[in-house]
């Protein structure tokens, strides 16, 4: 089945389809390539890159809202096929990125907050003692140069969740 092409609206030179083929101004099916990132990209002209699922998103799916980004519902990120995008804001693509394990939060030392390494965090839980001079909250906090609440919520499981 040939499906309709339909104006890029980047560059009115070039078309996209439902799938997201690209023809170019001599009407041939453009190869394309898939950037680091693995999104499947084009070029439009004029150094102009574009990435295929925006090229459709565009072309085939109003955006009353005027969401900013394109989601791929099943997570493929070569699955352009019109039926497999929404548009949606970034917060709405980041929540779908988590909720389908397609993104992992760091935790633990391999978060970019970190303070303290993983054998500190075991070390504070082996050795805290409630109000202990040297053991309790204060001692710990000081000794590991963090504040008794920072203490506190690792021993409660807040911060540093236990294996």
Not at 42 to 56: I, P
Not at 100 to 116: C, K, M, N, Y
Request: positive net charge; aromatic residues 8%; glycine residues 8%.
């Amino acid at each position: 089945m040939i499906s309709e092409f339909r104006t890029c609206i980047k560059n009115p030179k070039y078309s996209v389809n439902s799938t997201g083929q690209v023809i170019g101004p001599r009407r041939k099916l453009l190869k394309g390539f898939i950037h680091p990132q693995g999104y499947k990209h084009y070029f439009l002209g004029n150094g102009d890159c574009s990435k295929a699922h925006r090229l459709v998103a565009q072309a085939f799916i109003p955006n009353p809202e005027n969401k900013p980004e394109v989601n791929h519902i099943n997570g493929d990120k070569l699955d352009n096929r019109v039926e497999n995008l929404e548009w949606v804001t970034h917060l709405e693509n980041m929540q779908h990125a988590r909720r389908t394990g397609l993104q992992v939060l760091p935790s633990g030392e391999q978060s970019r907050r970190a303070i303290l390494s993983q054998a500190q965090v075991d070390e504070i839980r082996q050795t805290y003692i409630k109000r202990h001079t040297q053991y309790g909250q204060t001692g710990l906090g000081k000794k590991f140069g963090v504040t008794n609440s920072c203490i506190w919520r690792i021993i409660n499981g807040n911060n540093w969740m236990t294996s």
